[in-house]
């Protein structure tokens, strides 16, 4: 007999326009490896912790198909959290999802990479991922994790040709200089199956959760990204023939 995979979740989005195209159902999962200093769903880090929800993928397939007519430009989204560390179970929704011809994307962080992880992206569509730095040291400091994982994640989706939006964080400071712009354009310049460039801009507005967590806010006194300088690094990777965002 089949089990029956049981996803625990943080939140639900009925209308979300940022994660993806068109007007998407987004699911925020629980649970993630990384720890990185600009989050802000630091109350989706841990997976022990009491989910708020959870589902089986036929009752959240139900939450989705209220909003279906409004989704038919757009589709269904996983973030989180890190949606990879529950891949039985968006991998069972996702099927069911693309049975009632929903679009599915997952955004990711690439640090996880498994048989079962190959099974979630056979029925993903397409794959926003988090590209948080190119210079070894500076992504330990941001995420706590190498960044080995997420280059390896990045060649399968090629090797598969998954189509692929990249996303980047520009953290005055840490992120927001020209030699490290021009060092990730560069890296994903070859990448064939990347389609569209997201540069989110800092900002500080996770930064209540981590007081209600009692967790110390690493970026403490940063002042959020400038439009002149997020304008800036849009120039840098438009040179490079990216599509932004
Ligand atoms: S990968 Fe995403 S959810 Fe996880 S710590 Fe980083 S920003 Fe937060």
Request: aromatic fraction near 10%.
């Amino acid at each position: 007999m089949k089990t029956i995979s049981t996803g625990k979740i943080h939140s639900l989005e009925s209308f979300g326009t940022v994660d993806g195209p068109g007007i998407r159902f987004v699911v925020f999962f629980q649970g993630c490896p990384l720890r990185c200093q600009y989050c802000h769903n630091p109350d989706t880090w841990e997976i022990s912790s009491k989910p708020k929800y959870l589902y089986e993928p036929d009752a959240l397939l139900k939450e989705v198909l209220r909003y279906k007519s409004f989704l038919s430009k757009g589709g269904v989204t996983a973030t989180g959290g890190e949606p990879l560390l529950q891949p039985d179970f968006v991998r069972d929704f996702f099927t069911l999802c693309r049975k009632e011809g929903l679009h599915t994307a997952l955004d990711t962080s690439g640090y996880l990479l498994s048989d079962k992880i190959k099974e979630v992206l056979d029925v993903t569509d397409l794959v926003l991922l988090d590209i948080k730095a190119t210079d070894p040291d500076l992504h330990k400091t941001l995420t706590g994790v190498a960044k080995d994982n997420p280059v390896k994640f990045l060649n399968y989706l090629e090797e598969t040709g998954k189509p692929t939006w990249i996303r980047h964080v520009i953290v005055p400071g840490l992120t927001d200089n020209d030699e490290q712009l021009e060092a990730l354009a560069q890296f994903l310049q070859p990448y064939k199956v990347i389609e569209k460039i997201e540069l989110l801009p800092y900002h500080r507005m996770g930064i209540h959760k981590y007081e209600q967590l009692g967790i110390p806010y690493p970026l403490a006194g940063l002042d959020p990204l400038s439009k002149e300088r997020l304008d800036h690094a849009r120039e840098i990777f438009k040179r490079y023939s990216f599509t932004i965002q």
